[in-house]
């Protein structure tokens, strides 16, 4: 592949860039102003198909007819091109051994979806529901008749379940989120109440921000319904301490992970774990899903998925412009589209550029937690990541990575949200390596070493950098990097760190300068993890986010200025929404001032990569955003091969 590769690319070609569109922020939905959905279901098809490799498995008595396999009213997906054909295997490659992360064309099915055109929020697991005037309490009417892939029913005790016994257990989660639910009850078999604290329940449940466990399958690892012996038998078994370990290795269910479950834990989705080895995954289809085309066929058109481990993303770019792989979304940036373009036909693909929501695709966070006492003090003052800001030529970064297409701004909310600060987005953004060099004389870094860097306190400043190789941040990183060694002279030594273990250095607070992308940031999410300590992928300092976590009972506390941010944050994630977006709009503007995290460019299209023959998948779409699941609202059970 390697030789055919180097062949492809000796002579390329020039490959124009069809032009993108920024506006990629108002596309998902802003507000809920009605009680009832919007119908998507036809009416239930009298007569039902299923694939062959199913039909096999009912004549040999091994499987139930479909139509028993079905709900009392399958949920009617209209394709976007035409109606499918069943078979064949889509190929793709992971970088993580540990997290079957950004390649995710299996359906998180959530209790509502999002529609195609990310407007609106649409039946799913729900068929209806209700809302208060609050917005915070919802009752939810399942659909009747769904059943995990392992034909048990899935009922309004497996919401209870995860609601109750996992999102409200303090054992399993000690510190749940503030805006999280605060209760839950079964009206009936297929009704259940849901209570929050946020005033904004339905972004809560769209697409994966439920995935439901199966309490049949996994009572058998929870102390409340397990046998002691049993329990304690299986934890010896797992070569783990606690219960709550155990579970959360079992439960390693969600349909972009699939690491660490059991092979037979059952799901909602339109695969389900085959066989895994040595990080290589293969799913099949789930003989029980629920969704059906306007013909009547049972989903998914596709058979199976094969999911390659690769060392890092130079490799799994190789197996993309070799034809080894049917479907690849996030490990691409802008900057390989012309490599790819012109190897489609002999790859036996096609790319099409697909918008994003990243307001940045790279956050680059100095960890003002560093174990190392100098560097701590040196990261958090606030002129120091000025200045690093201003020795970042953002016009080359964009040129060079994302051929001009992204938008040159800080980490922060994108422009058309009501979270949005003009100031705090523009902020420290241009290129003046002579200012910059003056900040950093004038903060006691004017003395340099043999080789021309910086030294700070009479030894010689190097800052490790740490980051994963995925969803694009490897490239941004090393520019970064080089960046800086050339503009302010500061020495910057990278490394590329699997991504289960970059998270425990994390933890640990031992690097000094990580980094990830801006994301779940539109008119509907607001997740400031480049401006908060403590929350999602926020890497600026775990000793802060740990005291905030615990309540100050483990930790570091926090400057005063971060005490505020999470004060803040507390307060946004209860308030009604005038004053959400006033808090967040006060988050934004603290990031301006202090460079929480210094963003370089955002909203930049994305190159997706599919196999010719792939059929139903949009050449465009609204938005490729992580707050939707990425592909879900375009329907990859629909997806098929024409020939």
């Not at 939810?140 to 899935?154: A, M, N, T």
């Not at 600026?540 to 905030?548: C, E, H, L, Q, S």
């Amino acid at each position: 592949a390697a030789g055919a590769v180097a062949g492809a690319c000796s002579t390329p070609k020039p490959v124009e860039v069809p032009p993108t569109s920024q506006s990629v922020a108002a596309s998902v939905p802003t507000k809920v102003e009605a009680t009832k959905p919007p119908q998507v279901t036809a009416e239930p098809v009298m007569q039902y198909k299923e694939a062959p490799m199913l039909a096999e498995l009912v004549a040999a008595g091994k499987l139930p007819p479909v139509e028993k396999r079905l709900p009392k009213e399958p949920l009617v997906v209209k394709p976007l091109e035409g109606i499918g054909r069943y078979g064949g295997t889509l190929s793709g490659a992971h970088t993580n051994p540990n997290v079957f992360e950004g390649w995710v064309p299996n359906s998180f099915e959530g209790l509502i979806a999002m529609s195609p055109d990310m407007r609106q929020f649409v039946p799913n697991l729900a068929t209806s529901w209700e809302l208060d005037e609050a917005n915070k309490t919802i009752v939810l009417h399942l659909r009747e008749g769904v059943k995990w892939s392992d034909g048990e029913p899935f009922t309004a005790d497996d919401v209870v379940f995860y609601c109750e016994d996992v999102r409200m257990n303090t054992e399993l989660i000690p510190n749940p989120p503030t805006s999280g639910i605060v209760g839950v009850e079964k009206i009936d078999e297929y009704t259940v109440r849901m209570k929050y604290a946020c005033p904004d329940v339905l972004s809560l449940l769209v697409n994966g921000g439920y995935t439901i466990y199966p309490k049949h399958f996994y009572k058998q690892f929870h102390a409340k319904y397990a046998d002691k012996a049993k329990l304690e038998e299986l934890m010896k078994q797992n070569n783990v301490d606690s219960w709550v370990d155990l579970f959360w290795k079992m439960a390693d269910a969600h349909p972009v992970s699939f690491c660490t479950a059991p092979v037979e834990v059952p799901v909602l989705s339109p695969w389900r774990i085959e066989k895994r080895e040595l990080g290589n995954i293969t799913t099949v289809r789930n003989p029980y899903y629920w969704k059906v085309d306007p013909d009547g066929n049972q989903l998914p058109y596709i058979d199976r998925q094969y999911c390659a481990l690769v060392q890092d993303t130079e490799a799994l770019k190789l197996k993309v412009i070799a034809g080894e792989v049917g479907f690849e979304g996030l490990h691409t940036v802008m900057a390989d589209y012309p490599l790819f373009k012109q190897n489609e036909e002999q790859g036996g693909y096609v790319v099409k550029l697909w918008l994003s929501n990243f307001a940045g695709n790279i956050a680059l966070m100095f960890n003002q937690c560093a174990k190392d006492p100098d560097k701590r003090e040196l990261f958090r003052n606030r002129d120091f990541r000025i200045a690093m800001s201003l020795g970042l030529d953002r016009e080359e970064f964009n040129r060079v990575l994302y051929l001009g297409k992204g938008l040159i701004m800080q980490a922060t909310s994108l422009p058309g949200t009501d979270y949005y600060v003009e100031e705090a987005a523009k902020a420290y953004i241009e290129y003046d390596p002579e200012k910059a060099n003056q900040m950093l004389d004038e903060l006691g870094l004017d003395q340099r070493d043999s080789d021309g860097f910086r030294m700070y306190k009479g030894k010689r400043l190097v800052i490790n950098f740490e980051y994963w190789d995925g969803h694009g941040m490897g490239p941004a990183a090393e520019l970064v990097a080089d960046m800086w060694r050339t503009a302010v002279h500061v020495n910057i030594q990278t490394k590329a760190v699997e991504r289960s273990l970059l998270n425990e250095h994390w933890q640990a607070d031992e690097y000094d300068l990580s980094t990830w992308i801006v994301a779940r940031n539109t008119q509907k999410q607001f997740w400031p993890y480049y401006s908060v300590a403590g929350i999602g992928e926020s890497c600026m300092g775990f000793a802060w986010g740990k005291w905030y976590q615990t309540k100050g009972k483990e930790g570091e506390e926090p400057v005063e200025e971060m005490k505020k941010q999470l004060e803040r944050w507390d307060a946004l994630q209860t308030a009604p929404t005038e004053e959400r977006i006033r808090l967040g709009q006060e988050i934004n503007k603290s990031q301006g001032e202090n460079l929480w995290a210094i963003g370089t460019v955002g909203a930049a299209p994305m190159p997706i990569v599919f196999h010719k023959d792939l059929a139903n998948v949009p050449d465009e779409v609204p938005v490729y955003a992580p707050e939707s699941d990425f592909v879900c609202p375009f329907r990859p059970e629909t997806w098929y091969f024409r020939t």
